[in-house]
């Protein structure tokens, strides 16, 4: 017994003293590392090990030393988009390959359940299912985990896109990454980091809400469920921060749904959100999102107040909205199934504001000012340089009020980029709100077909009081 004991302790003693080189789950085959870029690449050893890193596509050898933690990084150089390589990395005691690599773009995909949702959620997406393999794109989905500290690695593998993979995959992420690969010509790598019902407390730096008084408030009203945490970072910690080191080329994110009942504190958050994570890439990285469809809430008017929100938002650089009133098949179902559309309205923004290409639609008119003309008002729009259209006869939700805050359905009229709105019951009119509820789903577009986005014009107390039934 005791030469087996000896025996035991020795073999112990072997694998600590000679530990393999180990590498995180995004370094991995079928990987895609963003293009022409400076990159982190890292990993854990024997404390003070030597590494060599080796990529195919030149004759760079990079080295790296383990610090005493038994952590190590270096930085490598990453050519024009192309593949695939190989790259090799050596310590003392093993090497590992890394193949089918490919260089390209580097998409991060978040939200909750509208950006996780895939076909298998009952989208009507046969073809586009059957012809999705394709080798130029690449899946890293990170599964539902939570961690109170942030975490150094992720349970996931990159995944080459093929018929069955796009399936569980994210949708709208999904075809946002084949128009880029189509448009641009390039290898995209698609990573999916998201949770529905998650609101956006859970994806944001701990520091961050605990040392703002207004956010902490507004993160103790957040309700528990079972079926995801509302514990601010909890899914940054162990879903977000892990990537932190890995080159993105941008973000796209759909989310809001859960933020509804704080509305009023979301753009607070979100935006310090967007700007952590940013500080956290060391990268002011692009970061598109989408608004939160109509759906019929409990409470009046607080998909509104969220959306409005939203709106407010884009003020942040390099930030950017996509206007999905138009894009809902049912306001009772809070996942709409149009998932395409909200893929490609992505994409064309990143196309546009990130990657420079002409003569594509991808901004929604938003409001610009209101001018009061004897009983009537005059609404201009940005983004609406080609004019404006009604898809219908008559233009749907606006509504006017005058000094007494009560707003009546208003008539309107279009005059090139700007509408004029009436009611020939108010002789002073001094408000204007144009599809400010949660359903409302208008028939004003641009001369181009996008969406004209909701807005008030006062800032008067708005009623979120329970629907009645």
């Known amino acids: 017994m005791k030469k087996i004991a000896f025996l035991i302790c020795l073999t112990i003693l072997s694998i600590c003293s000679f530990a393999k080189i180990y590498l995180p789950a995004v370094y991995s085959n079928h990987m895609v590392l963003q293009q022409q870029s400076k990159i982190k690449i890292w990993g854990w050893s024997d404390p003070a090990e030597n590494i060599t890193i080796k990529p195919s596509w030149d004759t760079t050898t990079y080295f790296a ?12 150089n990453t050519p024009k988009a192309g593949g695939t390589f190989a790259i090799t990395v050596k310590g003392n005691n093993n090497s590992i390959i890394i193949e089918d690599v490919l260089i390209g773009e580097i998409w991060l995909a978040s939200g909750q ?10 989208m009507k997406y046969d073809e586009e299912v059957k012809n999705a393999a394709n080798n130029q794109i690449r899946f890293f989905h990170i599964p539902k985990t939570t961690s109170i500290f942030p975490l150094e690695d992720v349970r996931a593998e990159w995944v080459v896109c093929t018929a069955e993979t796009m399936k569980i995959f994210s949708t709208a992420a999904y075809f946002f990454g084949k128009k880029i690969n189509e448009q641009l010509n390039v290898p995209v790598g698609l990573i999916s980091a998201c949770w529905g019902g998650t609101p956006a407390e859970v994806w944001t730096p701990e520091d961050i809400i605990l040392n703002d008084k207004i956010l902490k408030e507004a993160a103790a009203k957040l309700k528990a469920f079972d079926w995801w945490p509302s514990t601010p970072a909890y899914a940054y910690n162990a879903m977000i921060a892990p990537l932190t080191k890995f080159k993105i080329a941008g973000a796209i994110w759909y989310q809001g749904e859960s933020n509804t009942e704080t509305a009023a504190t979301y753009q607070q958050l979100f935006t310090a959100m967007i700007s952590a994570w940013r500080k956290k890439w060391d990268n002011d990285f692009p970061f598109y999102f989408v608004q939160i469809a109509p759906y019929s809430y409990g409470n009046n008017n607080i998909c509104a107040l969220l959306r409005e929100a939203q709106t407010k938002s884009i003020a942040l650089a390099k930030t950017g909205m996509v206007v999905t009133s138009d894009l809902v098949d049912n306001i009772n179902d809070i996942h709409p199934k149009l998932k395409k559309e909200v893929g490609e309205r992505l994409a064309n923004y990143a196309l546009a504001d990130n990657y420079g290409k002409t003569n594509i639609v991808f901004k929604s008119p938003l409001y610009k000012s209101m001018q009061v003309e004897k009983n009537k008002i005059r609404i201009s729009f940005s983004e609406a340089d080609k004019g404006l259209m009604l898809k219908g006869t008559a233009a749907t939700d606006f509504f006017i009020a005058g000094a007494d805050k009560i707003f009546f359905p208003a008539m309107v009229k279009l005059e090139g980029n700007t509408v004029v709105v009436f009611n020939k019951d108010i002789k002073a009119p001094v408000a204007v709100r144009f599809g400010f509820s949660n359903t409302a789903m208008p028939n004003l577009f641009s001369a181009d077909g996008l969406p004209v986005n909701l807005f008030r014009t006062d800032d008067w107390e708005v009623d979120t009081s329970p629907v009645k039934k």
């Open 65 to 76: 030393k383990a610090t005493s933690g038994a952590k190590w990084e270096t930085v490598i």
């Open 113 to 122: 359940s509208n950006m996780e949702m895939n076909v298998n959620w009952g």
